[in-house]
């Protein structure tokens, strides 16, 4: 079974900074999707990015890109210039390409993202 | 606007209480989800559901039931075989396009299901 692993229960940046989180997991598919979701304080889960794993380019929008290491089976986000807004819970999931419950999403536990003024 | 809804925002349960929440979507999504959120762990498949009259068990589907009596609507009841249903519920619908699974899964607004 996959699994999906965020090892930073909790994060700081400094607004107009950088910051990154991580994500690894453990699948031996060789074909899959990969999410970040954000979680604001109202709860609304919101998808940030996505990204397939059979493609080399590492998915970008806007101030959110990805580092996307398939052999390390590693996919942390990065967001750029950040915000206010930016705070939030930011989940990584994970995705199978085949069918049945395979296809749905595998989350990690979170990541707890503050944004110091 | 298209959407999910969820309702109620809030819900209060005595012990030996079944109780249904509710989802809806006007996407014209074919497939629907429910996720459990517990303190400190990501979400947890309950049920999905990838077409009307069709729905499957995730992971923790113990003590819940579903229908998906119309494309619109996927009703989750928390029965009373249910240990520990406090906890924050989250529905989600997805287009369902058969062999694509990197369609997003867009969510609803959740509810705070409390046992009293």
């Known amino acids: 079974a996959q699994t999906v692993t965020q090892s930073q229960p909790e994060m700081s940046v400094q607004e107009a900074e950088t910051v990154t989180l991580s994500c690894t997991y453990d699948?031996?598919?060789?074909?899959?999707?990969l999410f970040w979701y954000k979680q604001p304080p109202s709860r609304q889960m919101i998808l940030v990015i996505r990204?397939?794993?059979?493609?080399?380019q590492n998915a970008t929008e806007n101030r959110f890109s990805v580092n996307f290491q398939k052999a390390a089976k590693s996919f942390s986000l990065k967001i750029s210039d950040s915000q206010l807004g930016d705070a939030a819970m930011y989940f990584c999931?994970?995705?199978?390409?085949?069918?049945?419950?395979?296809?749905?999403?595998?989350f990690g536990k979170g990541t707890k993202l503050s944004v110091k003024p | 606007d298209g959407g999910i809804t969820q309702s109620p925002k809030y819900l209060f349960r005595k012990e030996g209480q079944n109780v249904t929440l509710s989802c809806e979507q006007n996407?014209?999504?074919?497939?629907m989800y429910w996720y459990r959120q517990d303190p400190g762990q990501g979400l947890r498949l309950i049920y999905y559901?990838?077409?009307?009259?069709?729905?499957q068990k995730g992971d923790i589907a113990e003590g819940y039931s579903v229908s998906r009596e119309k494309k619109e609507s996927f009703p989750l009841t928390v029965t009373s075989a249910q240990k520990n249903p406090t906890a924050f519920y989250l529905c989600?619908?997805?287009?369902?396009?058969?062999?694509?699974?990197?369609?997003?899964?867009?969510f609803g607004p959740g509810t705070r299901l409390t046992v009293l």
């Open positions: 699948t031996s598919e060789s074909d899959y999707y």
């Open positions: 989600a619908s997805s287009i369902g396009r058969r062999g694509d699974y990197s369609d997003e899964q867009f």
């Open positions: 990204q397939e794993a059979y493609k080399q």
């Open positions: 999931a994970y995705r199978s390409v085949h069918g049945g419950s395979q296809g749905n999403l595998i």
């Open positions: 559901s990838q077409i009307v009259n069709d729905f």
């Open positions: 996407l014209n999504h074919d497939a």
